[in-house]
């Protein structure tokens, strides 16, 4: 897993629920404080607010992030894993629907990547790219 387990934490208005149910821990910040074995980054590369979209359904992509991160998948299925072994998880419908753009253009596009047989599930639950929100 590759996540960040100091991020800032989101603020809520409820304190109460906040407080009850521990809803401003992430994932990573739990696995990491339950004694999962981790190594972490000396060097952050420096990250640039870039929001490139944001409404008032709270929803929000950043292209920064996203073509990051599609190569980041890109270098993971070159390394031999395969589809189903890599989840991308975002927050932000309007993230997920951008990664997903950029892991499909990469899954049809790459020369590399087009000679690795496809390996999606018979019933086609699974497409090559897919994400799950």
Excluded at 6 to 13: D, I
Excluded at 66 to 95: C, M, N, P, W
Excluded at 114 to 120: C, D, F, G, L, V
Aim: charged content about 30%.
């Amino acid at each position: 897993m590759i996540g960040d387990h100091q991020q800032l934490r989101p603020s809520y208005t409820d304190y109460n629920l906040v407080r009850m149910h521990h809803i401003d821990v992430s994932l990573f910040e739990r696995l990491i404080r339950n004694g999962m074995c981790y190594q972490q980054l000396e060097n952050q590369h420096p990250h640039e607010e870039e929001e490139d979209d944001f409404d008032e359904s709270l929803s929000q992509s950043n292209t920064y992030e996203a073509d990051f991160i599609s190569k980041l998948y890109r270098h993971l299925r070159l390394q031999g894993y395969f589809q189903h072994e890599i989840t991308v998880l975002s927050f932000y419908k309007d993230q997920v629907q951008l990664l997903r753009k950029k892991i499909r253009e990469i899954e049809q596009t790459d020369e590399f990547l087009m000679n690795i047989s496809p390996e999606w599930c018979t019933d086609g639950t699974l497409f090559p790219g897919d994400i799950r929100a």
